[in-house]
């Protein structure tokens, strides 16, 4: 039976929650809400069905605090048939109350391995491998597992399946599905800790709680990842800068801040550095501000900067499999904006530069029609013909940012302009 997943569910029902990716800072919130959820609704037990290639060591570390502290019975269950615990899945499974596995599953190829997918070299590989053999061999001992072969799956790399695991007590049983291993393991006496009460299990007929990952969790999961958010936050903060060298483009501005949001919540769940991400704020404020201040240069350089360091101290986390933003997304980031800054600025001082007269004498931009670059009250600047020009109100009218309007005179190299747009109530 399967009851909905709301906040009224029974008492003694089975929470089941499924995980299917790597292991990462969303896996370790998820398993976290999932247990809570289990234990404030007195569930019988909690079981996880896992397969995963592995993930960070942090991570992995949060996880099996949080099962190994669990006052309820966790069962893992490696599912479905075909499906894996490798590296960080091995830790997992074996810190269960239970450890179970579907026909044809595999657990073990726990060798730590840098953030990057490379191997680890000289002593900072021994000094990893010796503290991860020593973490799986106490997760063993403390469940009454093989101690020997899990550190032969750290040292070694080996790898078994289900079948075997068994034999050589690394997990419990072999399943076929769900439904096989809540029979299985129906009235087993379990300890919930070595120096604590037991528990006979007690699932017959017991309703089935599912806890999945819920719609944020399963966007951070695609987008927690420091180079997917350093890109966001990049590209945000370019489309942003083309918005400010162009004030009449709405759609650049709307996407700038949308993808800017969503580059720091993809920060949300990572082990940031409070100061990468100030660096990237102010990158962000320099990049909009090179627009607005005469001279061009100095504010543009210095954002970039700020953003390429920002990019480099983001990620907080020592440890060495953390996920850091790659040198090819600090390329791909600052030297898109770069050029956009620079090529920008070129153009806007090479027109500055240009004169603003024809050859026979005549005011070239007298007669035509732009928009306000910003408030004119009644003294400002306009954007006509792809430049900005000090301008003033005719009449001292003021006209307001983002205007239509026409140039009707010049004053020295100052535009007299007045607005164009239709004033609201009028017949046209």
Known sequence: MLTACGSDNPPGAVHV?????????VSANFVGRALDRAERQDAAAWILMMDTPGGLISSTDDIVQRILAADIPVIIFVSPAGARAASAGTFITMAGHIAAMAPNTQIGAAHPIAGGGEDIEGDLNEKVTNDAAADIRGIAKHRGRNEEWAEQAVRESVSITGDEAVELNVVDLVAADLNDLIAQIDGRTILLDPDGESVTLDLSGAPIVETNYNFAESVLDVIA??????????????LLLIEAFSPGLVG?????????????????????????????????????AEVFVAGFGFLGIGGIIALI?????????????????S?????????????????????IAVDRRRPKWSFQGTRGIVGREGHAHNT?????????DAELWSARAA????????????????DGLTAIVESTDTPEGSDG
Do not use: C, H, Y
């Open 17 to 25: 929650s499924e995980m299917a990716q790597e292991i990462g800072p």
């Open 225 to 238: 990842d420091p180079n997917i958010a350093f890109l966001f936050t990049s590209l945000g903060s370019l």
């Open 252 to 288: 650049p501005g709307v996407f700038g801040v949308i993808m800017l949001i969503f580059g720091f919540f993809a920060l949300g769940p990572l082990d940031t550095n409070p100061a990468g991400i100030a660096l990237l704020v102010l990158a962000i404020i320099l990049l909009i």
């Open 309 to 325: 360091l920002g990019g480099l101290l983001l990620i907080g986390d020592a440890s060495v499999d953390a996920e850091r933003v």
């Open 327 to 347: 040198i090819w997304a600090l390329i791909v980031g600052a030297g898109l904006i770069g050029l956009v800054v620079f090529g920008l600025g070129t153009l």
């Open 376 to 384: 004119l009250s009644p003294e400002g600047t306009v954007m006509v």
């Open 395 to 410: 009449a001292g009218v003021e006209i307001t940012e983002g205007a239509t309007i026409k140039v009707i005179g010049m």
